[in-house]
C-alpha cells in the first residue's frame, strides 16, 4: 500500500490502488469480484458489499469494518475530485474514466511489487495478488481457531464450494494421530483424475466436528477421531450438507488413507484405527455415461471464434481431447515438448498412477497441433494450452471454456442443450468413438490408460448398437400365442 500511495504522478492510480490492495486484504475478495465492484454495490449504512458474478455465477453480501467502510468512502470522495464524469459505474476507475481491466490491475501489481522490494521465494512462487485473498483465509481461520470459532464460516466469507477447501486445522488442535498427516500431507490418495497433489483434506473437517460435537463424556486424545465421530461426520455430509453417496464415498477414502498410514506407524492405537478403517462404503445407482454424438462433436468443435487467440487455443485443446481421450489434468500438464508430429504423430503425457503413455494422434489432430505450435511458439518446457498469462490452465479454467462453448454450440445443435458437457464427457465420447469402430474393448482400456479392464465395462453398456445387433441375430418367434393344451390322443398312446 506504501508503494501504491507513491504513485504521485497518476493521483487517482494512487488511490484506487491504495484502496483496492487494502480492500483485498480485509475482505478477501478475488481481484475480478472487486474490479466488478460498482457504487450502487455498496451499502453505506449498514457496511455490506453485494458481490455478484461471481464463481460459479454466485452472490453473496460481505460485511465490512467501519474502519474499512471509512476508507471506502474517503476513496469515493477523492475519486468524485479527480474524476467528476466518470463513463462507467465501476468503483475502481481508470485515470480515463472506465473501468479498471484485469490485466493492466496485474501489471500495475508488478510494478508495485517491484517498487516494494519484494523477492520471489522461486520461479514459480511469484507474489500475485491472490495471495491477499490466501493471507485473508489463513489469519481468519488461525485467529478463530483460537477463539474456538467456525471454520464454516471461513468457507462461506471466502464462498468456497467445500469447507475442506479452506486450510486444514492446526496439527496440534488433535494429537496424536493428526500428527501422522501433518507428517506426510501427501498420504491422502489422489481422488480425482490424473492428479499427483494430496486430495482435499477431508480429516479437517472431521476434525471440525469432533471440536463441536463432543461425545458426553470427555474422550481420551487418542479417540477423538475414532469411529464415533467419523460415522457422524460422514452422515453429515450426506444429511445436512446434502452431499451425494459418491462424495461420502470419496470423503471416506481419504479417511481410510490416512488411518491406513496411522495404523503402520502407531500400532498402540489399533484398537481405535481399526474400527474407523472397517467403516463399508455405501452402495450407489451407477447411471450411464453421457457422450456426445460425431453430429454433436463437430458442433462443439467449430464453436470457438477462430479469429482469436483463445478460440483457437480452445478449438485445438477440444479436438485433441476428443481423439485422443486425456483426462483434463493430463491435458493441462501437457508441455510443447510432449507433442510429436511426423512419422508415428502421438502425444506424451503423465497419467493416473504416476504412469508414462502415449496416445496416436489422427491427421486432423496432427494438423490443428502443427498449426497451434506454430503459433504458440514456446519452449518444450512451456505448456501446450496456456492461459492469458502463459501459465497451465486449471481444470476449473478448462471446465468453464468447455460450458460456454457448449452453450454457443446449442444454437445449432439442440441436443447439446439436455447434456451437461464436461472435460471427462470428452474422454467418453472417444472411448465410444473407438468401441463403434469395432475397437476391443481392452485395447480401449490401454488407450485411456485403464488400470483394470473392469473400468472400461461401464462403455459397453452404454453402447445400445451392441444390443441390437444381438437381437437382429435372434431368431424371431413366430409361434402362436395362447396356453398349452394337453393332446389325449398321445397321452393316450404312451405306456
Not at 112 to 122: E, F, I, W
Given at each position: 500500500?506504501?508503494a501504491?500511495?507513491?504513485?504521485?504522478?497518476?493521483?487517482l492510480?494512487?488511490?484506487?490502488?491504495e484502496?483496492?490492495i487494502?480492500?483485498?486484504?480485509v475482505?478477501?475478495?478475488?481481484?475480478?469480484e472487486?474490479?466488478r465492484l460498482?457504487r450502487?454495490d455498496?451499502d453505506?449504512?449498514?457496511?455490506?458489499?453485494t458481490?455478484?458474478?461471481?464463481?460459479?455465477n454466485k452472490?453473496?453480501?460481505?460485511?465490512l469494518?467501519?474502519?474499512?467502510?471509512?476508507?471506502?468512502?474517503c476513496y469515493?470522495r477523492?475519486?468524485?475530485?479527480?474524476?467528476?464524469?466518470?463513463?462507467?459505474?465501476?468503483f475502481?476507475l481508470?485515470?480515463?474514466g472506465?473501468?479498471?481491466?484485469?490485466d493492466?490491475v496485474?501489471?500495475?501489481?508488478?510494478?508495485?511489487?517491484?517498487?516494494?522490494?519484494l523477492t520471489?521465494?522461486?520461479?514459480s512462487?511469484?507474489?500475485?495478488?491472490h495471495?491477499?485473498r490466501?493471507?485473508?483465509?489463513v489469519?481468519?481461520?488461525?485467529?478463530w481457531?483460537?477463539?474456538?470459532?467456525?471454520?464454516?464460516?471461513v468457507?462461506?466469507?471466502c464462498?468456497r464450494?467445500?469447507?475442506?477447501?479452506?486450510p486444514?486445522?492446526p496439527?496440534g488442535?488433535?494429537?496424536p494421530?493428526p500428527?501422522?498427516?501433518a507428517?506426510r500431507?501427501?498420504?491422502?490418495?489422489?481422488?480425482?483424475?490424473?492428479?499427483?497433489?494430496p486430495?482435499r483434506?477431508?480429516?479437517?473437517?472431521?476434525?471440525?466436528?469432533?471440536a463441536?460435537h463432543?461425545?458426553?463424556?470427555?474422550?481420551?486424545d487418542d479417540q477423538?477421531l475414532?469411529r464415533?465421530?467419523?460415522s457422524?461426520?460422514?452422515?453429515?455430509?450426506?444429511?445436512?450438507?446434502?452431499?451425494?453417496?459418491?462424495?461420502?464415498?470419496?470423503?471416506?477414502?481419504?479417511i481410510?488413507?490416512?488411518?491406513?498410514?496411522?495404523?503402520?506407524?502407531?500400532?498402540e492405537?489399533?484398537?481405535?484405527?481399526?474400527p474407523?478403517?472397517?467403516?463399508?462404503?455405501?452402495r450407489?445407482?451407477?447411471?450411464?455415461i453421457?457422450y456426445?454424438?460425431?453430429i454433436?462433436i463437430?458442433a462443439?468443435?467449430?464453436?470457438?471464434d477462430?479469429?482469436s487467440?483463445?478460440g483457437?487455443?480452445?478449438?485445438?485443446?477440444?479436438?485433441?481431447?476428443?481423439?485422443?481421450?486425456?483426462?483434463?489434468?493430463?491435458?493441462t500438464?501437457?508441455?510443447c515438448?510432449?507433442v510429436?508430429?511426423?512419422?508415428?504423430?502421438?502425444?506424451?503425457?503423465v497419467?493416473k498412477?504416476?504412469?508414462?503413455?502415449?496416445?496416436?494422434?489422427?491427421a486432423q489432430?496432427?494438423?490443428a497441433?502443427?498449426?497451434?505450435?506454430?503459433?504458440?511458439?514456446?519452449?518444450?518446457?512451456?505448456?501446450?494450452f496456456?492461459?492469458r498469462?502463459r501459465?497451465p490452465?486449471?481444470?476449473?479454467?478448462?471446465?468453464?471454456?468447455?460450458?460456454?462453448h457448449?452453450?454457443t454450440a446449442?444454437?445449432?445443435c439442440?441436443?447439446l442443450?439436455?447434456?451437461k458437457?464436461?472435460?471427462?464427457?470428452?474422454?467418453?465420447?472417444?472411448?465410444?468413438q473407438?468401441?463403434?469402430?469395432?475397437?476391443?474393448?481392452?485395447?480401449?482400456a490401454?488407450?485411456l490408460?485403464?488400470?483394470q479392464?473392469?473400468?472400461t465395462?461401464v462403455y459397453?453398456?452404454?453402447?445400445?448398437?451392441i444390443?441390437?445387433?444381438?437381437?437382429v441375430r435372434t431368431?424371431p418367434?413366430n409361434?402362436?400365442?395362447?396356453?398349452?393344451?394337453?393332446?389325449?390322443?398321445?397321452?393316450?398312446?404312451?405306456?
Amino acid at each position: 500500500m506504501a508503494a501504491a500511495h507513491s504513485l504521485r504522478r497518476f493521483p487517482l492510480r494512487a488511490a484506487t490502488f491504495e484502496t483496492l490492495i487494502g480492500l483485498l486484504v480485509v475482505t478477501g475478495l478475488r481481484v475480478g469480484e472487486a474490479l466488478r465492484l460498482d457504487r450502487a454495490d455498496i451499502d453505506w449504512r449498514d457496511g455490506l458489499l453485494t458481490i455478484t458474478e461471481t464463481k460459479f455465477n454466485k452472490t453473496r453480501l460481505v460485511p465490512l469494518h467501519p474502519t474499512t467502510v471509512e476508507a471506502l468512502r474517503c476513496y469515493d470522495r477523492r475519486r468524485d475530485e479527480l474524476c467528476p464524469r466518470p463513463v462507467d459505474p465501476s468503483f475502481f476507475l481508470s485515470t480515463a474514466g472506465t473501468r479498471r481491466r484485469y490485466d493492466n490491475v496485474h501489471w500495475t501489481w508488478l510494478k508495485l511489487v517491484r517498487l516494494a522490494g519484494l523477492t520471489a521465494l522461486s520461479e514459480s512462487c511469484r507474489p500475485r495478488p491472490h495471495d491477499l485473498r490466501h493471507r485473508f483465509a489463513v489469519n481468519t481461520l488461525l485467529g478463530w481457531y483460537h477463539d474456538g470459532g467456525d471454520m464454516q464460516a471461513v468457507s462461506r466469507c471466502c464462498r468456497r464450494t467445500w469447507v475442506t477447501s479452506t486450510p486444514a486445522a492446526p496439527t496440534g488442535i488433535c494429537p496424536p494421530l493428526p500428527s501422522c498427516s501433518a507428517s506426510r500431507p501427501s498420504v491422502w490418495k489422489p481422488l480425482r483424475g490424473g492428479s499427483h497433489e494430496p486430495a482435499r483434506p477431508c480429516p479437517a473437517s472431521l476434525l471440525h466436528r469432533a471440536a463441536h460435537h463432543p461425545a458426553p463424556s470427555q474422550p481420551r486424545d487418542d479417540q477423538v477421531l475414532s469411529r464415533r465421530f467419523a460415522s457422524p461426520a460422514l452422515e453429515h455430509l450426506e444429511h445436512d450438507r446434502h452431499n451425494s453417496v459418491r462424495t461420502r464415498n470419496n470423503r471416506l477414502a481419504a479417511i481410510h488413507s490416512l488411518f491406513g498410514y496411522a495404523a503402520l506407524h502407531h500400532p498402540e492405537h489399533a484398537e481405535v484405527i481399526q474400527p474407523v478403517l472397517a467403516i463399508p462404503h455405501k452402495r450407489m445407482d451407477r447411471q450411464l455415461i453421457c457422450y456426445l454424438a460425431p453430429i454433436e462433436i463437430d458442433a462443439l468443435i467449430a464453436a470457438p471464434d477462430t479469429d482469436s487467440w483463445i478460440g483457437r487455443r480452445d478449438r485445438t485443446l477440444m479436438l485433441v481431447a476428443v481423439q485422443t481421450g486425456l483426462r483434463v489434468s493430463e491435458l493441462t500438464r501437457m508441455t510443447c515438448g510432449d507433442v510429436v508430429l511426423g512419422t508415428g504423430a502421438h502425444v506424451r503425457c503423465v497419467g493416473k498412477g504416476r504412469k508414462d503413455r502415449i496416445t496416436p494422434l489422427t491427421a486432423q489432430g496432427v494438423q490443428a497441433l502443427k498449426a497451434w505450435l506454430v503459433e504458440r511458439h514456446g519452449e518444450a518446457s512451456e505448456p501446450l494450452f496456456p492461459g492469458r498469462r502463459r501459465t497451465p490452465l486449471s481444470r476449473d479454467a478448462v471446465a468453464l471454456l468447455l460450458a460456454k462453448h457448449a452453450k454457443t454450440a446449442a444454437t445449432t445443435c439442440p441436443s447439446l442443450a439436455t447434456k451437461k458437457i464436461t472435460p471427462h464427457v470428452l474422454r467418453h465420447t472417444c472411448a465410444m468413438q473407438l468401441l463403434a469402430a469395432g475397437v476391443d474393448i481392452t485395447v480401449i482400456a490401454l488407450w485411456l490408460g485403464h488400470e483394470q479392464i473392469e473400468s472400461t465395462n461401464v462403455y459397453l453398456h452404454a453402447d445400445l448398437s451392441i444390443k441390437e445387433r444381438a437381437l437382429v441375430r435372434t431368431k424371431p418367434l413366430n409361434s402362436a400365442p395362447g396356453r398349452y393344451r394337453r393332446n389325449e390322443r398321445s397321452c393316450a398312446r404312451s405306456p
